[in-house]
């Protein structure tokens, strides 16, 4: 398609249309497979839906294929030349799979792990891997919908746990039960009785400890307010309340009185705090407004009486500056009083020039006042130098007036604040004298000692000049700490510079070893912390980033400490583990779980190859166990033995194992005797009715030669009389031939012998039983059969039969050959492949002629057969040594499958490299080795060496590349060599020809 659109081959052609309805058809199957994923999605089936996406050809990698890049282009041709149109792959569905595909990849170790747990019917780690798997996938309905059962299967089990922990007192098992049956994943209801019984158990404790905690902080608290330590008291109380938090809290009262006590103490305290934060911000708040330049009067008032309603003393300074905000309220009001008299005085001098006296009466009176009122400005104002001269002038001038209450108020108030002046001017020199000495010293203060002490002079300096003083102290000390943050920053930019360094080494390169690790940190961390003694004369800045680089190397210790501390417990929990892998066996399935967390948690561990190979082995080494306690005790093994056998080799663990091969050629064994056995009836059945025959001896009286007389039904016979005396006649079809060189036909005695076939003429011979008189290879055929049913070998007894045959001296020549090709061919039809000389046999009897007249022994075709049957048969093979291999093949394979091999130790690796055996008993004899080669290839027994009674094991040479760490070993329960075993079965002459079982070690087998 992409190649049409870009050669511009867009015209409707038969290949275009056989496109278009190839894409749209697949377009549809892609729609049609999402739509199933969306709806086993919609009900819950995650797996399968991912199972559907996965199935080849992949779904989403088809979605990607058929979405190219010139798909919007191809639509429009599809309309525009009417071709078959083609569905929208719906995206939201294929970006739902996409996630849950990774969902599912993400769960698919867990979902191995359960598979694995169900398989081994391990139900107590199948619910905690469900727990596990609905943590993680809390919206999948499966994972509670298979947990329930599960739980609800050993619900009962944890019931009677809890009965007994609780009868027993046991807390801390009935703690581990109380965890189970209140998991947070659990989805099996648990009784809430049972849920009470517990809970009350486990208060119990709880509500004496808490008892016993309460009464100790009620002691603390005690303590506290004696002390009258607010910090003790919140302390306490704080632990009072995490204490009240938890379950089972139930203090005495006395304890409980002490708590309420205290924390109403701890409450007035805190009223307190508030009310004195108040002040201080009430007291913020009128400094503030007295800094203004002029402030508002009534304000300032308003600010005071707040204060003052509080019932706290407000500080003499605040005092201070309001009376002189105050005083200068009143001067500037004085000046506007006086401009505005002046102006009065002037107009009255004016008008009233005559009426001198009296106004300067009333003029003498207003100047008092306006003195008067200048002089309280004044002394708001606190300028009292000023004062006391003004004072000093009037009592001179004006004696009468300086006697009065007012201007002896204004003396007395000038007196007293002249001597605050002196004494705030000792205080302020005082003051100063300590600030010299810290400057003298060093500034061996802190900087909130200084800033107080500042502070003081300030409220004390009496004028000006002495504020200039103070400033120049603060001056100098500020040019000292200037100095002093930049030699500290100095210090600190420097120590910053090296952490940074190591700090960018390690993002850069991570440290090979903790070692390494350490000894970086031991360059920065003593560095870094004597330049924290540098830190508080430092600026914001360079703090700051000093902080962050010590937050930098915080983190990497904690990280340090955690990695270190996480490789220790791995390491501890790798050793635990190695322990536990050690006494794992000879349980393998419990071994393979144990290997199987070792490579998983600890993937760099030098074990890991070869636990891995081992892992790889697991399973064929877990089906040996298969045939541990199996026992064959002869092959065939009778009826009881033949239903374990067949159930033994129709077992899943015997599939794909050491013991398969041999265990089908057992079965295979059986069929072949079995089949054998039901076969044995057709020797004795023919399309004639030669061996249904009877046959009747007779000889002409006064004759030495016996004939034979056969025919198919029994004789009739009558007793007569005649002149010479009584006699027995004899009727019935027989088969006669009234020539030697004639076949015999069926014919009635009358006819074949017309004088009749009497006592009085003839020698009749008959046996008492009918079947007596069956023809001798029926008789001897018959009683074969018959005994062939009852015998455990049929080979055997055919073989047997053959050599009985061979040598039967009442058995005519042909009818023995009949008899013998017959149970020849029997013999190779059914045990060919397991006598394959058998077919050598059928072959050389092959041609012996035994179709011929054989009840005329005279007729000239018997007589030549028989001259050829008889050196034939003499030459025949001995039928014994075919006997003796059959026997002893079973024998062996037999033993090969009643060795009761199991595990007895594995290999582990010295710290020198060297592997050496690690048994789990004492013991002696041989040791085994599973060797499992390539996939098709069938695993195979080896022996390793030679275990001795004090534990080790003389290895067996050339076997180094297929020993291995962690390989199991196994040992024969019969503690036998294996070549032993085979010499004692075998007789010598046919070791070459005895086949060694599968099962049997083939470097251990027996030869000439």
Same mark, same amino acid.
């Given at each position: 398609?992409?190649?049409?659109?870009?050669?511009?081959?867009?015209?409707?052609?038969?290949?275009?249309?056989?496109?278009?309805?190839?894409?749209?058809?697949?377009?549809?199957?892609?729609?049609?497979?999402?739509?199933?994923?969306?709806?086993?999605?919609?009900?819950?089936?995650?797996?399968?839906?991912?199972?559907?996406?996965?199935?080849?050809?992949?779904?989403?990698?088809?979605?990607?294929?058929?979405?190219?890049?010139?798909?919007?282009?191809?639509?429009?041709?599809?309309?525009?030349?009417?071709?078959?149109?083609?569905?929208?792959?719906?995206?939201?569905?294929?970006?739902?799979?996409?996630?849950?595909?990774?969902?599912?990849?993400?769960?698919?170790?867990?979902?191995?792990?359960?598979?694995?747990?169900?398989?081994?019917?391990?139900?107590?780690?199948?619910?905690?891997?469900?727990?596990?798997?609905?943590?993680?996938?809390?919206?999948?309905?499966?994972?509670?919908?298979?947990?329930?059962?599960?739980?609800?299967?050993?619900?009962?089990?944890?019931?009677?746990?809890?009965?007994?922990?609780?009868?027993?007192?046991?807390?801390?098992?009935?703690?581990?039960?109380?965890?189970?049956?209140?998991?947070?994943?659990?989805?099996?209801?648990?009784?809430?009785?049972?849920?009470?019984?517990?809970?009350?158990?486990?208060?119990? +404790?709880? *509500? /004496? @400890?808490?008892?016993?905690?309460?009464? #100790?902080? =009620?002691?603390?608290?005690?303590? %506290?307010? &004696?002390? $009258?330590?607010?910090?003790?008291?919140?302390?306490?109380?704080?632990?009072?309340?995490?204490?009240?938090?938890?379950?089972?809290?139930?203090?005495?009262?006395?304890?409980?009185?002490?708590?309420? +006590?205290? *924390? /109403? @103490?701890?409450?007035?305290?805190?009223? #307190?705090? =508030?009310?004195?934060?108040?002040? %201080?911000? &009430?007291? $913020?708040?009128?400094?503030?407004?007295?800094?203004?330049?002029?402030?508002?009067?009534?304000?300032?008032?308003?600010?005071?009486?707040?204060?003052?309603?509080?019932?706290?003393?407000?500080?003499? +300074?605040? *005092?201070?500056?309001?009376?002189?905000?105050?005083?200068?309220?009143?001067?500037?009001?004085?000046?506007?009083?006086?401009?505005?008299?002046?102006?009065?005085?002037?107009?009255?001098?004016?008008?009233?020039?005559?009426?001198?006296?009296?106004?300067?009466?009333?003029?003498?009176?207003?100047?008092?006042?306006?003195?008067?009122?200048?002089?309280?400005?004044?002394?708001?104002?606190?300028?009292?130098?000023?004062?006391?001269?003004?004072?000093?002038?009037?009592?001179?001038?004006?004696?009468?007036?300086?006697?009065?209450?007012?201007?002896?108020?204004?003396?007395?108030?000038?007196?007293?604040?002249?001597?605050?002046?002196?004494?705030?001017?000792?205080?302020?020199?005082?003051?100063?004298?300590?600030?010299?000495?810290?400057?003298?010293?060093?500034?061996?203060?802190?900087?909130?000692?200084?800033?107080?002490?500042?502070?003081?002079?300030?409220?004390?300096?009496?004028?000006?000049?002495?504020?200039?003083?103070?400033?120049?102290?603060?001056?100098?000390?500020?040019?000292?700490?200037?100095?002093?943050?930049?030699?500290?920053?100095?210090?600190?930019?420097?120590?910053?510079?090296?952490?940074?360094?190591?700090?960018?080494?390690?993002?850069?390169?991570?440290?090979?070893?903790?070692?390494?690790?350490?000894?970086?940190?031991?360059?920065?961390?003593?560095?870094?912390?004597?330049?924290?003694?540098?830190?508080?004369?430092?600026?914001?800045?360079?703090?700051?980033?000093?902080?962050?680089?010590?937050?930098?190397?915080?983190?990497?210790?904690?990280?340090?400490?955690?990695?270190?501390?996480?490789?220790?417990?791995?390491?501890?929990?790798?050793?635990?583990?190695?322990?536990?892998?050690?006494?794992?066996?000879?349980?393998?399935?419990?071994?393979?779980?144990?290997?199987?967390?070792?490579?998983?948690?600890?993937?760099?561990?030098?074990?890991?190859?070869?636990?891995?190979?081992?892992?790889?082995?697991?399973?064929?080494?877990?089906?040996?166990?298969?045939?541990?306690?199996?026992?064959?005790?002869?092959?065939?093994?009778?009826?009881?033995?033949?239903?374990?056998?067949?159930?033994?080799?129709?077992?899943?663990?015997?599939?794909?194992?050491?013991?398969?091969?041999?265990?089908?050629?057992?079965?295979?064994?059986?069929?072949?005797?079995?089949?054998?056995?039901?076969?044995?009836?057709?020797?004795?059945?023919?399309?004639?009715?030669?061996?249904?025959?009877?046959?009747?001896?007779?000889?002409?009286?006064?004759?030495?030669?016996?004939?034979?007389?056969?025919?198919?039904?029994?004789?009739?016979?009558?007793?007569?009389?005649?002149?010479?005396?009584?006699?027995?006649?004899?009727?019935?079809?027989?088969?006669?031939?009234?020539?030697?060189?004639?076949?015999?036909?069926?014919?009635?005695?009358?006819?074949?012998?017309?004088?009749?076939?009497?006592?009085?003429?003839?020698?009749?011979?008959?046996?008492?039983?009918?079947?007596?008189?069956?023809?001798?290879?029926?008789?001897?055929?018959?009683?074969?059969?018959?005994?062939?049913?009852?015998?455990?070998?049929?080979?055997?007894?055919?073989?047997?039969?053959?050599?009985?045959?061979?040598?039967?001296?009442?058995?005519?020549?042909?009818?023995?050959?009949?008899?013998?090709?017959?149970?020849?061919?029997?013999?190779?039809?059914?045990?060919?492949?397991?006598?394959?000389?058998?077919?050598?046999?059928?072959?050389?009897?092959?041609?012996?002629?035994?179709?011929?007249?054989?009840?005329?022994?005279?007729?000239?075709?018997?007589?030549?057969?028989?001259?050829?049957?008889?050196?034939?048969?003499?030459?025949?093979?001995?039928?014994?040594?075919?006997?003796?291999?059959?026997?002893?093949?079973?024998?062996?394979?037999?033993?090969?499958?009643?060795?009761?091999?199991?595990?007895?130790?594995?290999?582990?690796?010295?710290?020198?490299?060297?592997?050496?055996?690690?048994?789990?008993?004492?013991?002696?004899?041989?040791?085994?080795?599973?060797?499992?080669?390539?996939?098709?290839?069938?695993?195979?027994?080896?022996?390793?060496?030679?275990?001795?009674?004090?534990?080790?094991?003389?290895?067996?040479?050339?076997?180094?590349?297929?020993?291995?760490?962690?390989?199991?070993?196994?040992?024969?329960?019969?503690?036998?060599?294996?070549?032993?075993?085979?010499?004692?079965?075998?007789?010598?002459?046919?070791?070459?020809?005895?086949?060694?079982?599968?099962?049997?070690?083939?470097?251990?087998?027996?030869?000439?």
């Amino acid at each position: 398609i992409v190649e049409a659109m870009e050669n511009g081959a867009l015209e409707r052609t038969p290949v275009l249309e056989e496109y278009a309805a190839q894409y749209a058809e697949l377009c549809l199957d892609i729609v049609t497979r999402l739509q199933r994923c969306a709806d086993y999605l919609e009900r819950g089936m995650r797996s399968e839906a991912v199972h559907e996406a996965t199935s080849p050809p992949a779904l989403l990698d088809l979605v990607e294929v058929v979405r190219f890049p010139e798909l919007r282009k191809w639509g429009n041709v599809v309309v525009d030349l009417d071709l078959t149109s083609f569905p929208q792959i719906p995206m939201e569905i294929v970006e739902r799979l996409r996630q849950e595909c990774a969902t599912e990849e993400g769960l698919a170790p867990l979902l191995k792990e359960y598979r694995r747990l169900v398989y081994q019917g391990d139900r107590a780690n199948s619910i905690r891997v469900l727990r596990e798997l609905r943590q993680r996938d809390p919206l999948n309905p499966s994972w509670p919908q298979n947990l329930k059962p599960l739980e609800e299967a050993t619900l009962p089990g944890i019931l009677r746990e809890v009965d007994a922990a609780l009868a027993a007192q046991d807390r801390r098992r009935l703690r581990e039960l109380d965890q189970e049956l209140r998991h947070p994943q659990r989805a099996a209801p648990v009784p809430a009785e049972v849920l009470s019984r517990v809970s009350d158990a486990l208060l119990a +404790e709880r *509500r /004496a @400890s808490t008892r016993l905690a309460a009464t #100790e902080i =009620a002691q603390r608290l005690r303590a %506290a307010l &004696g002390r $009258d330590d607010p910090s003790g008291l919140a302390e306490g109380l704080a632990a009072w309340d995490a204490l009240a938090a938890e379950e089972g809290f139930d203090p005495d009262a006395r304890a409980r009185a002490t708590a309420d +006590e205290a *924390r /109403a @103490s701890h409450a007035a305290w805190t009223q #307190e705090q =508030a009310a004195a934060a108040a002040f %201080a911000a &009430g007291l $913020d708040e009128l400094r503030g407004l007295l800094r203004q330049e002029r402030p508002a009067e009534a304000a300032i008032r308003q600010h005071l009486e707040a204060l003052r309603q509080t019932g706290r003393s407000v500080p003499d +300074e605040v *005092r201070d500056a309001v009376r002189e905000a105050l005083a200068a309220g009143v001067r500037r009001r004085a000046r506007r009083r006086r401009l505005a008299g002046a102006v009065v005085a002037a107009a009255v001098l004016v008008i009233l020039a005559g009426t001198g006296v009296t106004l300067w009466r009333l003029q003498v009176a207003r100047s008092r006042r306006l003195l008067l009122t200048e002089m309280s400005a004044q002394l708001e104002a606190r300028e009292f130098d000023r004062l006391k001269a003004a004072l000093e002038a009037l009592r001179q001038r004006d004696p009468a007036f300086y006697g009065s209450a007012e201007v002896r108020h204004l003396a007395t108030s000038t007196e007293e604040a002249l001597r605050r002046k002196a004494d705030l001017d000792r205080q302020f020199q005082a003051a100063m004298a300590q600030l010299s000495r810290l400057r003298d010293g060093g500034y061996q203060a802190s900087d909130e000692a200084i800033q107080a002490l500042l502070a003081e002079a300030r409220q004390v300096a009496p004028d000006e000049p002495a504020d200039r003083a103070v400033g120049a102290w603060q001056q100098s000390w500020d040019d000292w700490r200037r100095r002093r943050r930049a030699e500290a920053e100095d210090h600190l930019n420097r120590t910053i510079a090296l952490a940074r360094r190591w700090l960018d080494e390690r993002r850069q390169r991570p440290f090979p070893t903790f070692a390494d690790e350490e000894r970086a940190l031991a360059q920065v961390e003593p560095a870094w912390r004597e330049a924290g003694t540098a830190l508080a004369g430092a600026g914001t800045e360079v703090a700051t980033a000093f902080t962050a680089v010590g937050v930098e190397l915080d983190a990497w210790r904690r990280d340090l400490d955690q990695r270190r501390g996480s490789a220790r417990e791995a390491e501890e929990r790798q050793q635990a583990l190695r322990t536990e892998i050690a006494r794992a066996l000879p349980d393998l399935r419990h071994y393979r779980t144990l290997l199987e967390q070792f490579v998983r948690d600890f993937p760099s561990a030098a074990e890991v190859p070869a636990y891995q190979r081992v892992l790889n082995h697991l399973d064929a080494w877990t089906r040996v166990e298969a045939l541990s306690a199996f026992q064959l005790p002869r092959l065939p093994p009778g009826r009881d033995g033949e239903r374990r056998l067949r159930e033994t080799a129709a077992a899943e663990l015997v599939q794909g194992s050491v013991w398969e091969a041999d265990l089908k050629a057992a079965v295979t064994c059986l069929d072949l005797n079995e089949a054998a056995r039901q076969r044995l009836p057709s020797l004795a059945v023919t399309t004639d009715d030669s061996l249904r025959l009877l046959v009747t001896r007779y000889r002409a009286v006064g004759s030495e030669a016996w004939r034979s007389l056969y025919h198919p039904k029994p004789l009739l016979s009558r007793k007569d009389t005649d002149a010479q005396g009584e006699f027995i006649l004899y009727w019935g079809q027989v088969y006669y031939s009234e020539a030697d060189d004639h076949i015999p036909v069926l014919m009635h005695t009358s006819k074949a012998f017309p004088t009749g076939l009497s006592t009085r003429l003839y020698e009749i011979r008959q046996e008492a039983r009918l079947q007596d008189n069956l023809v001798p290879q029926a008789r001897w055929l018959y009683s074969f059969v018959a005994e062939g049913a009852e015998a455990e070998e049929v080979d055997v007894h055919l073989l047997h039969g053959i050599e009985a045959a061979l040598g039967e001296p009442g058995l005519e020549p042909v009818p023995r050959a009949w008899l013998v090709k017959r149970l020849v061919h029997l013999l190779a039809d059914v045990f060919g492949d397991r006598l394959p000389e058998s077919r050598v046999w059928a072959e050389h009897l092959r041609d012996l002629e035994t179709d011929v007249p054989w009840m005329n022994p005279r007729h000239p075709a018997v007589v030549a057969a028989a001259e050829r049957i008889l050196p034939a048969l003499a030459e025949f093979p001995a039928v014994a040594p075919a006997v003796t291999r059959a026997q002893v093949g079973r024998a062996v394979l037999a033993a090969s499958l009643s060795r009761q091999v199991a595990c007895v130790g594995w290999l582990q690796r010295r710290p020198d490299g060297a592997l050496v055996p690690s048994f789990l008993a004492a013991g002696e004899g041989p040791v085994w080795v599973l060797s499992v080669g390539n996939p098709g290839v069938p695993p195979s027994f080896l022996v390793a060496g030679t275990r001795l009674a004090d534990g080790t094991m003389v290895a067996k040479p050339g076997l180094e590349r297929e020993l291995f760490e962690g390989q199991v070993l196994f040992a024969p329960r019969d503690g036998k060599a294996s070549r032993d075993l085979a010499a004692g079965l075998i007789p010598r002459e046919l070791r070459e020809q005895v086949p060694r079982p599968a099962s049997w070690p083939s470097n251990d087998w027996v030869t000439n």
